[in-house]
């Protein structure tokens, strides 16, 4: 498995990391899409690196999303529109890269909701989605921040995040507001949900919701995991499960 390290230039950099297969033709492309506060170098994407490229002959691009991992700009490009404009690029650029293979969205939380927005955008392209955000809004506000509107109203900035904090703007919250409601959306293809029972960020019930508004979905619940799968096993299992699929 070759690495690769390179930037995609739009208004900014967008930071990505490519895995590319050496024993095998390419077969399959995946788009890996960090969470909220995440990076390209999350532990899901390096494992799921090692279990499907070389074996499923699978090139993964991860990037950084604007204001996380080494992206070069800060919060105040860190909109839903340079989200969403970003994840666009690199599906451009890894379709002009391998036009006649399977292409697929692997996506994590808030990457999830940003790719089911993108959805009508990206048809080509089969969703695989771990947690994903679906009621965003509702769940940065409940589940993440923990603070009513009100309070994050008068604040108008909040540090948050992990390795790299993000000063996350009130304007961001009112932004993801604005956005198409996925509950009600269409899904024409099948989409496959991976699930801990235990969330606690993104509850399953949310998900479930979801996935009976929608028939074209593949509800595959991993028992005992929370939001982050660290328990022994978990992400393999996602990972073994993943490979099932891109190779079906």
Same mark, same amino acid.
């Given at each position: ?5 390179? &930037? ?12 590319? @297969? +050496? #024993?095998?033709?390419?077969? !399959? *492309? ?27 002959? &699978? ?12 992206? @070069? +700009? #800060?919060?105040?490009?860190? !909109? *839903? ?27 994590? &939380? ?139």
């Amino acid at each position: 498995m070759r690495i690769e390290r390179f &930037s995609l230039q739009r208004k900014y950099e967008i930071m990505c990391k490519m895995f590319v @297969p +050496v #024993n095998c033709e390419v077969q !399959t *492309v995946i788009i890996g899409v960090h969470g909220f506060a995440g990076d390209k170098e999350s532990s899901m994407l390096h494992k799921l690196a090692e279990g499907v490229v070389e074996s499923s002959g &699978s090139v993964l691009i991860c990037f950084d999303f604007p204001a996380h991992g080494e992206s @070069p +700009v #800060n919060e105040l490009e860190f !909109t *839903v529109e340079n989200c969403k404009k970003d994840l666009l690029a690199v599906a451009e650029y890894i379709t002009e890269l391998y036009p006649d293979t399977q292409k697929n969205i692997f996506a994590t &939380s808030f990457g999830g909701y940003i790719s089911l927005l993108c959805y009508d955008m990206l048809a080509d392209f089969k969703f695989l989605l771990r947690a994903p955000a679906i009621k965003m809004p509702d769940l940065l506000l409940n589940n993440v921040l923990k603070i009513s509107e009100n309070t994050f109203r008068s604040k108008r900035f909040i540090d948050c995040g992990y390795e790299r904090k993000i000063r996350l703007s009130y304007s961001f919250y009112t932004e993801l507001q604005e956005q198409e409601d996925l509950f009600n959306k269409d899904f024409r293809k099948t989409i496959y949900l991976f699930q801990g029972d235990r969330d606690d960020i993104v509850p399953l019930e949310v998900v479930s919701t979801f996935v009976n508004n929608n028939k074209n979905t593949e509800l595959i619940v991993i028992p005992g995991a929370d939001h982050r799968f660290k328990n022994a096993g978990e992400i393999e299992t996602i990972v073994a499960k993943t490979k099932q699929i891109l190779d079906a």
